[in-house]
């Protein structure tokens, strides 16, 4: 069956640093893969899309890269604030049309 | 641009009564919209896919006859739980869809927390 998946421990890191993240999947061939930001209580927030003919796609400090080969996507966030502490959200299309399969989340906490 | 709004925000009632969620997008026509469930801790589960003016295509697994959906207008859909039980406590939250090119985007409204007495 279909799975896809993320860290979940929770990573913790200093501001400043790099954050990546990691979302895996396996029995997919997702024609995109995107990214969601949801903080506790509140519904996901659209980051990224990245297409499976692209192999890396930015938005100011996020990076996005995807290898259909390992099928795998990595998640950068450069010069990381407290502000982006949140749980991030891989998604794939799922085979309902356009809706998605999400992960479960990596939350990440960026400490001062 | 590209906001969904859902109401109520929170609802808290009892075993066997029914509660109805709204989501509208408020800034675009949403051809489609979805409706998920969050249990704690755990991915968002794709419940039922919406299209304006046509019956709800819902998962595996999802009672359509407990979880009605009904999507009457471009801005505007409907998730009516049916005889909520405690088991049904859950997040509920939509999404809506703006089509054409940005169909694959999903824009999500702020979610619905219910819990069932």
């Known amino acids: 069956s279909q799975k896809i998946e993320q860290n979940s421990e929770a990573l913790n890191i200093q501001e400043g640093k790099t954050a990546t993240l990691t979302c895996n999947y396996t029995?997919?061939?997702?024609?995109?893969l995107q990214w969601y930001r949801q903080d506790p209580g509140r519904g996901p927030v659209f980051l990224l899309l990245?297409?499976?003919?692209?192999k890396e796609k930015r938005k100011e400090r996020l990076k996005v890269t995807f290898d259909t080969t390992l099928k795998q996507s990595l998640f950068h966030i450069t010069a990381s604030q407290p502000a982006d502490s949140a749980t991030y959200l891989c998604a794939l299309d799922s085979n309902s049309g356009y809706a998605l399969n999400f992960g479960k989340g990596t939350s990440l906490l960026v400490t001062p | 641009g590209a906001v969904v709004s859902q109401h109520p925000s929170w609802v808290i009632c009892k075993s066997g009564t029914s509660v109805k969620i709204e989501c509208r997008s408020l800034?675009?026509?949403?051809?489609?919209m979805f409706w998920y469930r969050q249990f704690p801790k755990q991915s968002l589960m794709l419940m039922a896919t919406s299209n304006e003016g046509s019956k709800a295509t819902y998962e595996q697994g999802v009672e359509k006859d407990k979880f009605l959906i009904n999507h009457a207008s471009l801005t505007l859909s409907t998730l009516t739980v049916t005889s909520a039980h405690p088991e049904d406590s859950s997040f509920y939250i939509c999404?809506?869809?703006?089509?054409?090119?940005?169909?694959?985007?999903?824009?999500f409204g702020p979610g619905t927390r219910l819990l069932v007495l």
């Open positions: 800034d675009f026509q949403a051809t489609t």
């Open positions: 990245i297409r499976e003919n692209e």
């Open positions: 999404s809506a869809s703006q089509g054409g090119s940005y169909q694959e985007t999903q824009y």
């Open positions: 029995n997919y061939s997702p024609a995109y």
